[in-house]
């Protein structure tokens, strides 16, 4: 059995004696590996190590192109171990060795991005009068600390870990206790390569060790990406030490498609959107808003598209994996059972029988159709892979029920008309609009982040160093 140990203080913490965590195989339900149950006192040490090494000659001596230096060498050392990675992000999770591949190559992307920020984030010079010297400074945040959740591990890890990094912040990254195997791959590089207490791994419980890091006082910054009651508690937590937060709490994101829109390309991308890790994605294009006259049509093609998709294992080449644990596929499985009592369900609605994997945890890529924009199942997300389907009449009509959730994050507009992909992207609230397409490869340079409860801030692309600076204003009176 693997244990998996903490990186505190450039120590790997954990011992027989401490209590350990199970980490188990979602595609088989089998115990892979353990993780030491963190506590408020492991908490406390990574906290002390760190606001340490923020301090240490030895992380300042780092100037921001050997950081930057630094960064790009990580991408080099990910991409050189590229299959090593994706290998135990799919056993973390579960999902498609092709999409685990992917997540590789975007977490190198991340690294390289920041990379080459690193040395190019600049001050000011602010004219204000003749005599006097006016000067803006931006300086590292602190200790920042970093809770990733378990669909994304080591994307969701690098891309803030790297722009923290870029900027000469010291980092405490709680990992999800479900998938904790590529970033302690990543701890491991760290530990080699960076001084005691810049970078640490701590793993357990969110409410016990997550919850003791995130009202820790000795922390500066918070980038969370989880649940909208999580991200709410985690902001609570924040507020009692005035530490800002940067939150990606999810979204019920639409796609919307006009009676124009060409439907060769659309349904891939449809289909993709749901699917991929499961609908196990805060962007999943979870909701499908189709134009009355072409949506028996667009539901046809669905159809036939969704019953082409193979389910099972990593290692079987499956288009869909299981579900992250017993709980999440428990609940999934109940809003189903709901679901076929209040609408249509046009295809899936069960659990998917895998041959020899009798103990995944699977469901069956599904679409459901109701009239009720309002139902649970439309605007709950639901975090599997379950499409629901709402007919509009007109772009009226159409805008209106895009905006119609407590969620923006992302949206898809489907139409070859110009002005009316143009008047609907700029009327949907949401943070990122895509137009005949959804999503992009990695989308490393692109602002992500929500509107309303879909979190606060921007990750992605140059915007989220902000995150991770302060600016300090430097006034000189000039006296000869």
Not at 2 to 17: C, P, S, V, Y
Not at 58 to 71: I, S, T
Not at 249 to 275: E, W
Request: aromatic share 8%; hydrophobic share 40%; with cysteine.
């Amino acid at each position: 059995m693997k244990k998996i140990k903490m990186l505190i203080n450039g120590e790997w913490t954990g011992n027989e004696a401490d209590n350990w965590i199970d980490i188990i195989n979602p595609a088989a339900g089998e115990v892979s590996a353990q993780i030491v149950r963190g506590d408020q006192s492991h908490a406390d040490m990574a906290v002390t190590a760190a606001k340490n090494a923020l301090e240490s000659q030895e992380w300042k001596a780092f100037k921001p192109y050997v950081r930057g230096q630094f960064l790009t060498e990580t991408a080099r050392h990910i991409r050189e171990h590229a299959q090593e990675l994706a290998a135990l992000e799919s056993e973390d999770t579960g999902k498609p060795i092709k999409q685990a591949e992917a997540d590789i190559e975007a977490a190198a992307r991340y690294f390289e991005f920041y990379g080459g920020i690193a040395d190019k984030v600049f001050g000011d010079t602010i004219p204000i009068e003749e005599d006097l010297l006016n000067m803006t400074v931006i300086e590292p945040i602190g200790v920042t600390l970093h809770i990733v959740p378990w669909n994304y591990p080591i994307q969701i890890t690098s891309r803030s870990v790297a722009a923290a990094i870029a900027t000469g912040n010291v980092v405490i990254v709680k990992s999800s206790e479900d998938t904790p195997l590529t970033t302690h791959f990543l701890a491991e590089w760290f530990h080699e390569k960076l001084p005691r207490g810049v970078f640490q791994h701590v793993t357990g419980y969110g409410h016990e060790i997550g919850a003791a890091l995130s009202s820790h006082p000795g922390v500066n910054q918070i980038t969370f990406t989880g649940s909208v009651p999580t991200g709410i508690s985690v902001m609570k937590s924040a507020a009692e030490n005035v530490v800002p937060v940067t939150l990606e709490l999810g979204g019920k994101s639409p796609n919307v498609v006009f009676k124009d829109a060409d439907l060769k390309r659309a349904v891939p991308a449809i289909v993709n959107s749901i699917v991929q890790n499961a609908g196990q994605t805060c962007s999943a294009g979870s909701r499908l808003l189709v134009e009355e006259s072409i949506a028996d049509e667009l539901l046809g093609l669905l159809q036939d598209a969704f019953k082409k998709l193979t389910v099972g294992p990593p290692e079987n080449g499956a288009d869909v994996g299981p579900i992250i644990n017993k709980k999440q596929f428990e609940r999934i499985s109940s809003i189903l059972e709901q679901v076929k009592k209040e609408a249509n369900v046009l295809i899936g609605g069960e659990a998917a029988q895998v041959e020899g994997d009798e103990n995944g945890y699977y469901i069956q890529p599904t679409i459901v159709e109701t009239a009720d924009h309002d139902a649970f199942f439309v605007q709950e997300e639901i975090f599997g892979p379950v499409l629901s389907v709402v007919r509009f009449r007109d772009i009226h009509e159409a805008i209106e029920l895009a905006n119609a959730t407590e969620y923006g994050l992302v949206a898809g507009v489907w139409t070859k008309d110009i002005d009316v992909a143009n008047y609907v992207g700029s009327r949907i609230k949401s943070g990122q609009v895509f137009i005949n397409s959804y999503g992009a490869a990695g989308g490393v340079q692109m602002p992500f982040g929500g509107y309303k409860k879909s979190g606060i801030g921007r990750e992605k692309s140059h915007l989220a160093v902000q995150n991770y600076v302060q600016i300090k204003n430097i006034a000189t009176k000039i006296q000869l």
